[in-house]
């Protein structure tokens, strides 16, 4: 019988992260409210370059110490804890592997820093090598080994010492497309079969919505929306979230009084709340949901471009005051017909069911010089309203 692998029971790893401030040579990069990790969940902190969710990381980890708030695990306030301390996994980018040592001493190394016997030592690195698939490769030296299998070496090793939480840092961005996706469903079926809690920092939008049981979406330092992938994909919380994961189109204009949204000379039927007419709006609709027509009710204009890309066509429209539409169409095999190409008048309409509404009412105000919304808050301003 295969031994219980399941790490949850021992180590727990229930996170509150409280007030959490960090930043680098007086430069804040970091600014949290407040984040909960349910034991035993995958969590994704998702967000573009530079918006902090390493530096939430490793904060967690202890590499980098907060200028306020508390770390707590499993009811421990591990703040000022040395990350050696923690009782923390890290799975870095780079896998960070000793390149002199066998696959074995590898996955041993943080065993024999807390002076486990020789015998435990051993057991625990058979397990989590049976555990990424490796058994047979206890010998081998990192240089003879595949990018993907450097990848399990390393994820074996923070397995290895059980600890409460996994944090990995972008561990699948050095493989290759074909890979990633491999390791994605790989990753994912060890995490259900441990049951350890893992956060995971990525800033892939796939593969944060593939992995995760809910995703942190970050944007300068903050958290703008917390919850599952279809939450955060079919409900946005702010512009930054919409555009963000999906490219939504954010569209803004002004409601007709009956659930229609004006926009410059067209009309988009359907989709609002009971708003007055000419109360401001701003909607958001996915590119796969619009379908384009040569002519009938909705926006029309000009296909700027479409490009092939294996399963669907990425289209451009052009609309008559100058915004864009980014169109997703799917490709439904040989012999099917392409998009309307370069040139094309055409006509962009949706279901209203499909029309996601962000904001309504009043512009925001414009914040003044340096300072950024709250959490949680809409950015309205400063964001584009043309697809991306």
Not at 103 to 109: K, P, S, T
Not at 114 to 126: I, P, S, W
Not at 325 to 336: C, F, R
């Amino acid at each position: 019988m295969e031994p219980d692998l399941r790490l949850s029971h021992e180590a727990g790893g229930h996170v509150e992260i409280e007030g959490l401030a960090a930043g680098y040579d007086g430069h804040r990069v970091l600014d949290l409210d407040r984040l909960s990790i349910r034991k035993g969940e995958f969590l994704s902190i998702l967000g573009p370059s530079g918006c902090g969710k390493t530096t939430l990381l490793n904060s967690v980890a202890g590499f980098v110490r907060p200028s306020a708030g508390r770390i707590v695990i499993d009811g421990d306030d591990v703040t000022g804890r040395p990350p050696y301390r923690r009782g923390l996994g890290m799975v870095f980018q780079n896998y960070a592997l000793f390149p002199h040592l066998t696959v074995a001493a590898n996955v041993a190394y943080g065993l024999r820093v807390r002076r486990l016997g020789k015998a435990e030592r051993a057991e625990r690195v058979a397990e989590a090598l049976r555990l990424v698939g490796l058994e047979g490769y206890a010998e081998r030296r990192p240089g003879q080994l595949s990018g993907g299998q450097q990848q399990r070496v390393a994820l074996a090793r923070a397995l290895a010492i059980r600890p409460a939480v996994l944090l990995l840092d972008e561990p699948l961005s050095n493989l290759d497309a074909k890979l990633r996706r491999e390791m994605r469903v790989e990753l994912r079926a060890i995490q259900r079969r441990i049951g350890t809690t893992m956060v995971f920092v990525t800033h892939d939008q796939e593969e944060a919505l593939a992995l995760s049981d809910r995703i942190a979406v970050m944007n300068g330092g903050r958290i703008e929306q917390l919850g599952t992938p279809d939450e955060v994909y079919r409900r946005p919380a702010t512009r930054f979230v919409a555009q963000f994961i999906g490219a939504a189109n954010v569209l803004e204009g002004t409601a007709d009084g009956a659930g229609g949204l004006r926009l410059g000379d067209g009309l988009l039927a359907g989709g609002l709340p009971d708003l007055p007419e000419g109360e401001r709006a701003v909607v958001a609709i996915r590119p796969e949901r619009i379908r384009l027509a040569a002519g009938g009710a909705g926006l029309a204009g000009t296909v700027g471009y479409r490009a092939f890309a294996g399963d669907a066509w990425h289209v451009e429209v052009r609309l008559a005051d100058g915004r864009t539409l980014s169109v997703q169409i799917a490709d439904t095999g040989v012999g099917s017909a392409d998009p309307p190409g370069a040139g094309t008048p055409v006509v962009a309409a949706w279901d209203p069911a499909d029309v996601i509404v962000l904001e309504t009412g009043a512009a925001p105000a414009e914040p003044e010089h340096g300072e950024r919304p709250e959490s949680g808050e809409r950015t309205g301003s400063g964001e584009r309203t043309e697809a991306r």
